[in-house]
Nanobody, 122 residues
Framework: QVQLVESGGGLVQAGDSLRLACAAS????????INWFRQAPGKDREFVAG???????KYADSNQGRWTISRDNAKNTVYLQMNSLKAEDTAVYYC????????????????WGQGTQVTVSS
């Protein structure tokens, strides 16, 4: 069993930065890949970035080069550093755990956090 808690969301202006954190409790955190997804009102959930147990990373094309995902297994935490935020990045951001790998579909995740709101004003 893994429990995930996101933090770090907020209201910022376009061009600003935020760092989201996904803190996990439970055993064997290092065995899981952690993926971030987001969902804006009226839109489908979409993949944002992911990191495998071996620190292989994958990013959506929309944020490649702007954002960085990392993990600290000693702290059971995955971070998503989001730079150069845009209004279209506004959404609820979720982290999710899977044993499969980085970048897999949302339906392949066994555990989800409750989400954190990111709002970017233009």
């Amino acid at each position: 069993q893994v429990q995930l808690v996101e933090s770090g969301g907020g209201l910022v202006q376009a061009g600003d930065s935020l760092r989201l954190a996904c803190a996990a409790s439970g055993r064997s955190f290092s065995r899981y890949a952690i993926n971030w997804f987001r969902q804006a009102p009226g839109k489908d959930r979409e993949f944002v970035a992911g990191i495998s147990w071996g620190a292989f990373t994958k990013y959506a094309d929309s944020n490649q080069g702007r954002w960085t995902i990392s993990r600290d297994n000693a702290k059971n935490t995955v971070y998503l550093q989001m730079n150069s935020l845009k209004a279209e990045d506004t959404a609820v951001y979720y982290c999710a755990a899977t044993t499969i790998g980085a970048g897999v579909a949302w339906r392949d995740h066994a555990y989800w956090g409750q989400g954190t709101q990111v709002t970017v004003s233009s």
